[in-house]
C-alpha cells in the first residue's frame, strides 16, 4: 500500500505544481525593446565600416596600379633619354583612366656639410651637382570621385647619354 501512495503523489504533483507556477513564454517586452534598441545603433555603424573598408580597397587597388604606370613611365624616360623636358600623357588600364606627368629638375637637396662637400650636401669630388637632376613622375587618378595621386621620383646624371 505505502507504494502506491507514493505513486499517486507522483502523479498528481504535475498537475498541482503547472496550476501554482507562472508560465514562461520567452522573453519579456521591455528585453526586446532593448535588443532592438542596440541593433538600430549597431546596424548603422557596421555598414559605415564596410563602406570604409570598401573605399580603401578600391583607393589601393588603384594606388597599385598608378605605381606600376609610374614605374614604367620613368624607366621608359629615362631609356628613351627624353629627360630634356615635361611631358604628360593618360593611359587606360581597364576601366580605369590614369593621368600622368613627367618632371625633370635640377637636383636641390640639402643636407649635411663635411670637408669635401658643398652646401647640397654632394660630394664634389665624386658628382657635379650640376649634373644630377631629378626626374619625378605625378599619376592622378580617380577613385569612388575623388582625386589621388603617387609620385615617384629618381636622380639622373644628365651628362651621360
Given amino acids: 500500500m505505502k507504494c502506491k501512495t507514493k ?3 507522483r502523479l498528481a504533483c504535475p498537475q498541482k505544481c503547472a496550476a501554482t507556477r507562472v508560465p514562461y513564454f520567452g522573453y519579456t517586452l521591455i528585453e526586446l525593446i532593448v535588443c532592438l ?3 538600430a545603433a549597431v546596424i548603422p555603424i557596421i555598414v559605415q ?3 570604409t573598408a570598401a573605399l580603401a580597397g578600391e583607393v589601393s587597388e588603384r594606388k597599385a596600379l598608378a605605381a606600376r604606370i609610374a614605374d614604367r613611365v620613368l ?3 629615362i631609356v628613351n633619354g627624353q ?3 615635361a ?3 593618360s593611359e587606360q588600364q581597364g576601366p580605369f583612366q590614369f593621368h600622368w606627368t613627367v618632371k625633370n629638375e635640377p637636383w636641390t637637396q640639402a643636407g649635411g656639410l663635411a670637408a669635401n662637400e658643398n652646401a647640397n650636401g654632394v660630394n664634389q669630388g665624386v658628382v657635379n651637382e650640376n649634373l644630377i637632376h631629378q626626374l619625378s613622375v ?3 587618378y580617380t577613385a ?3 582625386n589621388f595621386s603617387v609620385h615617384l621620383s629618381t636622380l639622373i646624371n644628365t651628362s651621360q647619354p
Fill in 7 to 9: 505513486i499517486r503523489n
Fill in 37 to 39: 534598441a542596440l541593433m
Fill in 49 to 51: 565600416g564596410l563602406h
Fill in 75 to 77: 624607366n621608359e624616360t
Fill in 83 to 85: 629627360t630634356i623636358t
Fill in 87 to 89: 611631358t604628360s600623357g
Fill in 138 to 140: 605625378d599619376v592622378v
Fill in 144 to 146: 569612388q570621385g575623388k
